[in-house]
Structure formats: C-alpha cells, structure tokens
C-alpha cells in the first residue's frame, strides 16, 4: 500500500518511514518470538507426545509473545488508518509544504 500512494511517487518515502517505523520494530520484535515459541512448543511436544508440558521458561516466552502480538496488531491497524487518509493519494498544500521541507 505505501508504493501506492501519491507521497511515494513524489519521493517523500521518508516521510511514510517516520510513520511507519514503529510497526516496522514492532514486526522485527514479533516474528522472533512467535518463532522461538513454536519451535519451543514443538520441540516439547515431540520430545513426549504422551503428555502435556508447560515450563516456565515456555509461559514467560508464551507471555512475552502475547504481548508483542498486542502491540504489532495496534500498530497494524494504526498504520492501516493511516494509509486510508485521502491526503495521501493527492496532491494538497499539505504534500507540497512537507515536500520543500524535504527539499531544504
């Protein structure tokens, strides 16, 4: 959706970083821990199929993970609303006056 938008094909690709930086930290946090804890829960599971194990390294990753998850899918969906704002899709005085800012 950002090559999409009209502040892309001026150049202002800045400007839609500043913004969506936050998801971007948050995806890069978020997609390590869902890794670990599924390969840690299938580690355990193939170790003894017969029984269900639960340690307290697996909650505390399984809580770190819950709240990652939060924060990406708020940021998400932020940015998501963000994308939807009619100003990015044409021109307007507030494009031009970021663009001579980026250009100064």
């Known amino acids: 959706m950002l090559f999409n ?9 800045s400007l839609l970083l500043q913004r ?6 948050s995806a890069a946090l978020y ?9 840690w829960i299938l580690n355990l599971r193939w170790l003894d199929s017969n029984r269900f194990v639960w340690t307290d390294g ?6 770190f993970q819950r709240l990652g998850a939060v924060l990406y899918y708020y ?15 044409e021109d307007s005085v507030w494009l031009r ?5 980026a250009r100064q």
Request: include cysteine; proline fraction near 6%; glycine fraction near 4%.
């Open 97 to 101: 006056n970021a663009f001579a800012r």
């Open 75 to 89: 940021l998400y969906k932020r940015m998501a609303e963000f994308l939807g704002d009619p100003r990015l899709y």
């Open 20 to 25: 969506c930086y936050p998801l971007l930290l």
């Open 31 to 39: 997609l390590p821990l869902s890794i670990a804890l599924h390969c």
């Open 58 to 63: 697996l909650q505390a990753l399984f809580v």
């Open 5 to 13: 938008t009209f502040v892309f094909q001026v150049g202002l690709l």
